[in-house]
């Protein structure tokens, strides 16, 4: 068990440029959440998958967002013309659905926007 | 709607002293309740979990946390504070739908002085 795992740990963009980040989860893990923390805040939820099917989306996942779990393992969210706004930290957790209701959090992904 | 509040967002402690981080919760049904601790730069990792069983929580590093029910409370302790235990902690309830996706409090910084 190698834990979350997400990359690049960080990223600086032009605005207006896009950008794609990537998380693995813990390997048997069935659910896949992202989260967004900017700072002083406690992390907010974007979005999460069972398997490969992504079964919610907060408001906060505008349409220059999207995420994607292909096989239902790895997952990727990207940003289209990103903005300063978008500057965060980009937070990816997993959990057993059906056994336990812990949420175990990869080491985030920074974004900066200039 | 599920809302976690924490009051104090700063909490400075002597080393050897007693921690006590404060969090009321708002929920329209049992809640599953978290701490998790954040050092900077670093992902979240989850310190204990309180989910309808026992009231009193024990967790890792020495801390434990009891759920109230009357108060809407889940206020995390340590007894004797040490200086590794400097960091961001926050409070999180996942209701009981279907995505038990978490919804944090904006944390409390603890600072420990030597």
């Known amino acids: 068990d190698t834990g979350v795992s997400q990359d690049p740990r960080h990223k600086i963009t032009k605005r207006g440029q896009n950008v794609t980040f990537r998380c693995d989860p813990i390997?048997?893990?069935?659910?896949l959440y992202w989260y967004r923390q900017t700072l002083g805040q406690g992390p907010e939820f974007l979005t999460y998958?069972?398997?490969?099917?992504?079964?919610?989306k907060s408001r906060l996942l505008s349409d220059r967002f999207s995420a994607e779990r292909p096989k239902g393992s790895f997952s990727t969210l990207e940003i289209q013309r990103t903005e300063q706004g978008d500057s965060a930290m980009y937070l990816c957790?997993?959990?057993?659905?059906?056994?336990?209701?812990?949420?175990?959090f990869g080491p985030g992904t920074r974004l900066t926007v200039t | 709607a599920q809302s976690v509040t924490q009051l104090g967002s700063h909490v400075s402690v002597s080393e050897g002293a007693l921690v006590l981080l404060r969090c009321n919760y708002s929920?329209?049904?049992?809640?599953?309740l978290f701490w998790y601790v954040q050092y900077p730069n670093q992902g979240l990792q989850l310190l204990l979990k309180?989910?309808?069983?026992?009231?009193l929580v024990k967790g890792i590093n020495g801390f434990e946390a009891e759920f109230k029910k009357s108060e809407t409370s889940f206020h995390l302790t340590k007894p004797s504070a040490h200086m590794s235990d400097a960091a961001e902690y926050f409070c999180?309830?996942?209701?009981?739908?279907?995505?038990?996706?978490?919804?944090f409090g904006s944390g409390t910084r603890l600072l420990v002085r030597p």
């Open positions: 929920s329209s049904v049992p809640p599953y």
């Open positions: 999180a309830v996942s209701g009981r739908d279907s995505s038990y996706k978490l919804i």
């Open positions: 957790a997993s959990s057993l659905w059906g056994t336990s209701y812990e949420q175990y």
């Open positions: 998958f069972q398997n490969e099917a992504q079964l919610e």
């Open positions: 309180y989910t309808s069983a026992a009231t």
């Open positions: 390997s048997e893990h069935n659910r």
